[in-house]
């Protein structure tokens, strides 16, 4: 079956409210007696005509549903979070120190800041932002509905900030900074979450600012007819102009990480592949004695800039992870806690100077509860199109929206075809571990039940416990 494909949607609609609001008593009420009353209406409450078809409402905005529709109420509850935005929080002190740095560094004509900054936009996209406008193929594997949340078959959480690339570009911005939340459909641990926060820098040139310091530049030219694309370069531009925007490129980024690590820091260029840019590269820098991406980068795609009015120009983008960065340099070792309300979390962060070293001092650890659920896989017979049927992202998410933050890891631990019959059978570990107090093994057996039940219900799978 193709993900897409109604005929196992991964949460149907009328199992959400009744997730959520099963979920709801668990925390306020006695758990026995949570089960006896989950227990039987788990068995009574059936779909209903019309409640599928409410629309998802976002910010204040409702978004018709159809077969494509897959955000879950949890994640739902994240927008409007903006984590980025919120004065003192890791991520905003991060955010804030890239800010100043290129405020402190970079001044257009007039002695004001060259980049703007955009952190306020809203993260529902169309489609057409999030992967047309970066022209990433239509069959590409990044579109999957496995791996996105989808409001509809149009619109969507944005999977990466430069969903907005073409709309500042097309406003006439020459040269920004731009942050805020993204969504992605993620295995669960230590260093994954399905929000993240990104933020990405954009520089465009005309012929008159790449080459007026060139001697003889008035000669020059950002492109060139009758090109080739070759791995130095794209088909139109000129092989000078490209070196000037990769030499650009790569030094202010060598300046921003010696600003967030140090000045002694050591730092490598990867070559790699982006839809969006050629020639791309990675820059790793070594921590610890061991190297780590820290971004990504490269010459933007000239079709890009083709299609918003910016063809007379030629340009630079990166993108980095606000949480990467954040969890290495304040030594934060759990993503889950970017989202904790606790105090002595926070406390940490509230600095005069936001140039102020921090170093993060552990919370008590509580201790972990795990528990395994052992299944088996659907036959692909059962499907429409012989296809894959189980999705191992369906499954991570049915345990993200039922045992929420109390999930610190799913792994894989087992799996084992039947010789005679052919079949499937996946074991999955589960690590339960709340950020502010100890689990009781009660408590995590009823989740558990719950993620049992719901993925035989919603996945297909059949037990094995």
Request: charged residues 25%; contains cysteine.
């Amino acid at each position: 079956m193709m993900l897409g494909s109604p005929a196992i949607p991964y949460l149907q609609p009328w199992a959400r409210p009744l997730l959520q609001r099963l979920l709801a008593e668990f925390w306020t009420s006695g758990s026995s007696a949570w089960w006896r009353g989950a227990s039987r209406r788990l068995s009574t409450d059936t779909p209903q005509p019309g409640i599928g078809q409410q629309p998802v409402e976002v910010l204040g905005h409702r978004y018709p549903r159809d077969d494509f529709t897959n955000v879950t109420p949890k994640i739902l509850a994240k927008v409007g979070r903006n984590l980025h935005n919120q004065p003192y929080h890791p991520l905003w002190l991060i955010k804030e120190r890239i800010k100043a740095h290129f405020y402190s560094n970079y001044y257009g004509p007039g002695g004001n800041p060259l980049f703007s900054v955009h952190d306020n936009l809203s993260p529902v996209v169309t489609v057409e932002q999030n992967f047309d406008s970066l022209l990433i193929p239509p069959d590409h594997s990044s579109r999957k509905r496995g791996d996105n949340y989808y409001l509809n078959r149009k619109t969507m959480l944005r999977a990466h900030t430069s969903a907005h690339q073409a709309e500042l570009v097309r406003s006439g911005l020459d040269a920004f900074l731009l942050a805020g939340d993204v969504y992605r459909r993620d295995e669960i641990d230590a260093s994954h979450y399905p929000v993240f926060h990104q933020m990405e820098g954009v520089r465009l040139f005309s012929n008159h600012q790449l080459f007026s310091k060139v001697h003889n530049g008035e000669d020059l030219s950002l492109f060139e007819r009758g090109g080739r694309r070759t791995p130095q370069k794209q088909e139109t531009h000129s092989l000078e102009a490209v070196k000037l925007v990769e030499f650009d490129l790569k030094q202010t980024l060598t300046r921003l990480v010696a600003y967030l690590f140090g000045a002694d820091v050591e730092v490598r260029w990867v070559d790699c592949y982006f839809p969006f840019t050629h020639p791309s590269f990675e820059l790793e820098v070594r921590f610890q004695g061991n190297w780590m991406e820290v971004l990504g980068c490269g010459v933007m795609e000239q079709e890009l800039l083709n299609s918003v009015g910016a063809q007379n120009k030629l340009g630079w983008a990166f993108g980095l992870g606000l949480e990467r960065l954040a969890m290495v340099l304040y030594s934060i070792p759990d993503i889950r806690l970017f989202w904790s309300e606790d105090e002595r979390f926070l406390k940490q962060f509230r600095v005069q100077d936001i140039h102020q070293p921090v170093s993060f001092q552990a919370l008590s650890k509580y201790p972990p509860l795990h528990n395994d659920i052992s299944f088996w896989l659907p036959d692909t017979k059962d499907s429409q199109d012989g296809s894959e049927s189980f999705t191992e992202n369906d499954f991570y998410e049915l345990v993200r929206s039922i045992g929420g933050d109390l999930v610190e890891k799913v792994t894989l631990i087992d799996e084992f075809t039947h010789p005679k019959t052919g079949r499937r059978s996946r074991c999955y570990r589960v690590v339960y571990r709340h950020m502010e107090r100890t689990l009781t093994q009660e408590e995590v057996g009823l989740v558990h039940q719950q993620i049992e039940r719901m993925a035989e219900a919603e996945l297909g799978v059949q037990g094995r416990y």
